[in-house]
């Protein structure tokens, strides 16, 4: 199993660009969620998705769309670039409702810099 | 504004030492306690997790100490060692899914 990918690994972004990140996963997990980490602030929730068609805000969703037409495929997209969004960005995911399923999965990030 | 204090921000200690990181919460209906280890360049991985029933959980050098009335927990690393130097996040959720996480802290272990 790859876990949970993401694509790109790094990415320059001009103000007002707009752009999507790639999280896949193929563990089959029902819940994938998108978190944003910046210096001493630990991670933040932006979005989230218990199924297929079914996506929620986290704590901070401004700025940032998501859709989820598949269990494997969660894509975060920045309609309009600001540099409030340089970050570095993470996809997880988990299971629900197994012995042990607790853990989220974190993907490798990607490093985003909006100029 | 953070649900999960964490401190402190960063420790050093010597090869072989005691790392005790702390964190606490407010809202009472947390009840999942992971803490996550992160390596430069990557994500974090689940190192340890408690849930509220249990005061503590040991799964090797690592223990989580929980305390429900005063509504902290905290990890302790024992007999630290180099390869141990990481960035080490608690977090809590009242689901599986939405996990609030601390501010981080960032470990040194010297040799």
């Known amino acids: 199993n790859a876990g949970v990918t993401q694509t790109p690994k790094f990415q320059v972004l001009k103000t007002g660009q707009s752009m999507t990140l790639q999280c896949a996963q193929d563990?089959?997990?029902?819940?994938m969620s998108w978190y944003r980490q910046d210096p001493g602030m630990g991670l933040r929730l932006i979005h989230y998705?218990?199924?297929?068609?079914?996506?929620d805000q986290g704590e901070v969703p401004n700025g940032y769309n998501v859709s989820r037409s598949t269990t494997e495929d969660f894509p975060l997209r920045l309609l309009s670039a600001a540099p409030s969004q340089t970050s570095v960005y993470f996809c997880?995911?988990?299971?629900?409702?197994?012995?042990?399923?607790?853990?989220?999965?974190f993907g490798p990030g990607t490093r985003l810099t909006v100029l | 504004q953070q649900q999960v204090k964490q401190s402190p921000q960063s420790l050093i200690v010597q090869k072989g030492g005691i790392s005790i990181i702390n964190c606490a919460y407010e809202?009472?209906?947390?009840?999942?306690f992971p803490w996550y280890q992160q390596f430069p360049g990557k994500g974090p991985a689940l190192l340890i997790a408690i849930r509220p029933d249990v005061s503590e959980k040991k799964e090797g050098r690592f223990t989580i100490s929980f305390n429900k009335s005063a509504k902290q927990f905290s990890l302790h690393i024992m007999d630290s060692q180099p390869g141990d130097s990481a960035t080490y996040f608690c977090?809590?959720?009242?689901?599986?899914?939405?996990?609030?996480f601390g501010a981080g802290t960032t470990v040194t272990v010297r040799a």
């Open positions: 997880a995911s988990s299971s629900p409702g197994l012995a042990g399923s607790d853990t989220q999965y």
């Open positions: 977090a809590a959720s009242i689901n599986d899914y939405k996990l609030s």
């Open positions: 563990m089959n997990h029902e819940y």
């Open positions: 809202n009472t209906a947390f009840d999942y």
């Open positions: 998705s218990v199924g297929a068609g079914i996506t």
